[in-house]
C-alpha cells in the first residue's frame, strides 16, 4: 500500500462540482476564512488564491531549514499543524515580534489591516535604513529590544557631533585662506640696481627767488630770502607754477659735487639725472642707464657728495628715495623717502626681494602687472587735492593735462595749504584709497650708517654687499584636496562613511520631500503593494 499526503487544496478541488459540500466542509473548522474572500464569491477565485498562498507558504518554510514541512510520514486526509522552529538566542535577539494577534502557525498579515499612514511611515523607516552607515540599522529597527536601540542611537549622536564638529573646524580653516611663506636666497650673476631721487628740503632756491620777486619789483633790494613767497610770482608776464618751478630749481651741478658709479667712473657715464615735479618741489631722480649691476662692494656702486649752497628757510639737508626705476616718485618722495642730514657720511646697504604672493581675502593682492599701488594712491592723492584746490599744480601734468593751472596767487596758495593740510596735518592718508599691493614686486631694503663727515655736506654711497637676493613667495597652506582629505578621514573614521554616503543620505532626503510636498508616489513600493495582494487571506490550521 502507498503511501499518501492529501493536499487540502487538492480535497477542495475534488469538490468543485459539489459547492455545497466544499461549504460544509470549511464550516466544519478546516479551514477559516478570516478575511479577504467572502463565501458568496465564486469557487474558482477562492480556489486559485487558496493554491498560490500555499506555494508561497510551502516554499517559505522549505527554504528556511528549520522544519520539513509537510512531513513525508502522514496518510490520510488529516493535515496537522506545523511545528514550530526551536529558538537560539540570536534568533531571540533578532527575531521581530508578532503584533498581528493571530495564533502562531501559517498565517500571512493581511495587508488591508495597515492603514496608509503607517504604510507610509515604514516606507520612510526602511529608506533611511538603507543608507550605510555603520549602526543606523541597528538604531531604526523598530523591531530590535529598546536597549539596543538606544546604545547604538547613542553612539550614532556622538560620533555624529565629532564628526560635524570636526568638519566644520576644518571648513572654516580652509575659509582662512592660510599660506605659506618660503624664503629663499639665491645667488646671481647681477642684480637690479634702484634709482634714486633725491630733494632738497628747502624745496626751492630761495636765492633766485628773491632776485625775481625784487627784478618784478614785488620786494624791496634789501629784502631777505625769508621774505621771499614765490606764490606771488604766478601770473606775474605769463609766469605758471610749472615755469616757476623750473626756474627756482636747485642747480644740479650745484648740490651735486661729485658722483661715481663704481672706480673712476662717472655717474653721467652709466645713466642721467632728470628734473621731476614731486609734492616736494623740483627734485632730481638718477637712473642707471642699464638696469643691471655686475659689481658689487661700497666702491662699486653709487658715490656722491652733497654741498647745500642756500641759506636754511625751512631745514637743512636732502630727501633721498631709493625706489624701483618704474616706479613714479611724486608722492613717495614724501611718504617714504629717508632723510640726509648736513655734516654726515651715510653709507646705505641694500638688500634686494622679490615677493611673488597670493591674493586672499585678509591680504588681498593685485595681480596685474601694469598695476602700481604707488600710482593708484598718487591718482587717489590728487583726485583729493582737486577737491580742496580746485586747480592743477606742476605735478599733474600726466594726468589732469586737460584742466587749467592754478593762475592766481591765492589759487596757489590755496594748492600748497591743501598740500599741508592732507600731507602734514593728517587729512590724507594712503589707507583711505582703495589701493591693495603688487602680487608681484621687487623691493629694496636698506640699512643705513651714519658717520661724521664735513660740515654744510653729505656724502651718500648706496651700494650690495654681495650678489645676493631673497625670494620670498607664498602658498596656500591649506588647499581644497587637503580639506577633503580630511573631512573624508572624519567621516571614515566617526561614521563609517564616505562621499558616496552623503549622497545615499541626499537621495532619501529628497525622495521623501518630494513623498510629502509633491504627494509623488514611490513606483517599487506600489509594485510591492500590488504583489502582496495575493496574500489577502489569512488561514489558520
Not at 672706480?263 to 615735479?277: A, D, F, I, P, Y
Request: charged share 20%.
Amino acid at each position: 500500500m502507498s503511501t499518501f499526503i492529501p493536499h487540502p487544496l487538492r480535497v477542495a478541488k475534488g469538490l468543485r462540482a459539489f459547492p455545497a459540500a466544499v461549504q460544509d466542509f470549511l464550516s466544519r473548522g478546516a479551514f477559516q476564512l478570516s478575511t479577504g474572500f467572502n463565501m458568496d464569491q465564486s469557487l474558482e477565485r477562492v480556489m486559485t488564491t487558496l493554491e498560490k498562498y500555499y506555494d508561497q507558504q510551502r516554499a517559505a518554510m522549505l527554504s528556511s531549514g528549520s522544519v520539513i514541512w509537510p512531513p513525508s510520514d502522514i496518510t490520510g486526509d488529516v493535515w496537522p499543524t506545523p511545528p514550530e522552529p526551536k529558538l537560539t538566542l540570536k534568533k531571540a535577539w533578532f527575531q521581530k515580534p508578532d503584533k498581528s494577534g493571530a495564533e502562531k502557525g501559517m498565517t500571512a498579515p493581511a495587508s488591508n489591516a495597515v492603514s496608509k499612514k503607517k504604510r507610509k511611515r515604514a516606507l520612510a523607516w526602511r529608506s533611511f535604513k538603507q543608507v550605510s552607515v555603520a549602526g543606523i540599522d541597528a538604531a531604526l529597527d523598530r523591531h530590535s529590544p529598546l536597549l539596543r536601540r538606544l546604545l547604538w542611537a547613542c553612539v550614532l549622536v556622538i560620533c555624529m557631533t565629532l564628526m560635524m564638529a570636526q568638519c566644520l573646524n576644518r571648513v572654516f580653516r580652509y575659509l582662512e585662506e592660510p599660506v605659506n611663506v618660503n624664503v629663499r636666497v639665491t645667488y646671481n650673476e647681477s642684480l637690479e640696481y634702484p634709482s634714486l631721487t633725491l630733494c632738497n628740503r628747502n624745496s626751492f632756491n630761495a636765492t633766485a627767488a628773491l632776485e625775481m620777486l625784487i627784478n618784478y619789483q614785488m620786494l624791496p633790494p634789501d629784502a631777505t630770502e625769508a621774505d621771499a613767497n614765490i606764490s606771488m610770482l604766478v601770473g606775474v608776464d605769463g609766469l605758471t607754477p610749472t615755469t616757476i618751478w623750473d626756474r627756482l630749481a636747485h642747480r644740479l651741478d650745484v648740490i651735486v659735487t661729485e658722483c661715481w658709479f663704481g672706480r673712476g667712473t662717472k655717474c653721467e657715464s652709466q645713466g642721467n639725472w632728470t628734473l621731476v615735479h614731486t609734492v616736494n618741489g623740483p627734485c632730481y631722480m638718477y637712473r642707471l642707464g642699464v638696469s643691471n649691476v655686475e659689481f658689487v662692494g661700497s666702491f662699486h656702486n653709487l658715490y656722491i657728495k652733497l654741498w647745500e649752497s642756500t641759506p636754511k628757510i625751512e631745514d637743512w639737508g636732502f630727501r633721498i628715495l631709493i625706489h624701483e626705476a618704474s616706479e613714479n616718485p611724486i608722492l613717495t618722495s614724501r611718504t617714504r623717502a629717508m632723510t640726509a642730514e648736513l655734516g654726515w657720511s651715510r653709507d646705505v646697504k641694500l638688500e634686494l626681494r622679490k615677493f611673488n604672493m597670493l591674493s586672499t581675502a585678509k591680504s588681498p593682492c593685485n595681480d596685474d602687472v601694469k598695476y602700481s599701488m604707488a600710482q593708484c594712491q598718487l591718482d587717489c592723492f590728487q583726485t583729493h587735492m582737486l577737491e580742496h584746490s580746485g586747480c592743477r599744480m606742476p605735478y599733474m601734468m600726466a594726468k589732469y593735462s586737460n584742466m587749467s593751472e592754478c593762475a592766481t596767487p591765492d589759487e596757489y596758495h590755496a594748492a600748497m595749504e591743501a598740500i599741508k593740510s592732507l600731507l602734514i596735518s593728517g587729512g590724507w592718508t594712503a589707507t583711505s584709497c582703495n589701493c591693495p599691493p603688487q602680487c608681484r614686486q621687487t623691493a629694496f631694503q636698506m640699512y643705513p650708517e651714519n658717520i661724521l663727515f664735513e660740515p654744510d655736506r653729505i656724502k651718500l654711497r648706496i651700494f650690495y654687499e654681495d650678489l645676493v637676493y631673497e625670494q620670498i613667495t607664498e602658498d596656500r597652506a591649506y588647499n581644497l584636496i587637503a580639506l577633503l582629505c580630511d573631512i573624508g578621514g572624519t567621516l571614515g573614521l566617526l561614521m563609517g562613511a564616505s562621499v558616496l554616503t552623503m549622497c545615499e543620505l541626499l537621495e532619501v532626503l529628497w525622495s521623501r520631500f518630494m513623498q510629502i510636498c509633491c504627494r509623488v508616489s514611490n513606483p517599487s513600493a506600489t509594485g510591492r503593494r500590488k504583489k502582496s495582494q495575493i496574500s489577502s487571506i489569512n488561514i489558520r490550521v
